[in-house]
Nanobody, 118 residues
Framework: VQLQASGGGSVQAGGSLRLSCTTS????????MSWYRQAPGNQRELVAR??????TNYVDAVRGRFTISTDNAKTLYLQMTSLKREDTAVYYC??????????????WGQGTLVTVSS
């Protein structure tokens, strides 16, 4: 199973973007799907996670501004509002326990760059 992230771009502070992450195969079972980000010089950090039961959690820095959602692992979304300069990073999607009819895997997407300017 492969993940393809898209939707990054340049936006002014206070603006919005929606990231998407599509799966290459039909997913019949999955554990969690997440968005991570990595800013220059920093380690990759978890931004938001959603479980197959629909439970979500967010890092404190984005809670109330970002919303993670998915249509049962076909596509993973991250709606980002009230963007700040410190949100500038490469954003990666990650799927844990993604199972097609033939194989299960833990998979990273390729990353999409978000740049927020003041």
């Amino acid at each position: 199973v492969q993940l393809q992230a898209s939707g990054g771009g340049s936006v002014q502070a206070g603006g919005s973007l929606r990231l998407s992450c599509t799966t290459s195969r039909r997913i019949v079972r999955w554990d969690t799907m997440s968005w991570y980000r990595q800013a220059p010089g920093n380690q990759r950090e978890l931004v938001a996670r959603i479980t197959s039961a629909g439970n979500t959690n967010y890092v404190d820095a984005v809670r109330g501004r970002f919303t993670i959602s998915t249509d049962n692992a076909k596509t993973l979304y991250l709606q980002m509002t009230s963007l700040k300069r410190e949100d500038t990073a490469v954003y990666y999607c990650f799927g844990l326990g993604l199972c097609s009819v033939s194989v299960c895997s833990n998979t990273w997407g390729q990353g999409t760059l978000v740049t927020v300017s003041s």
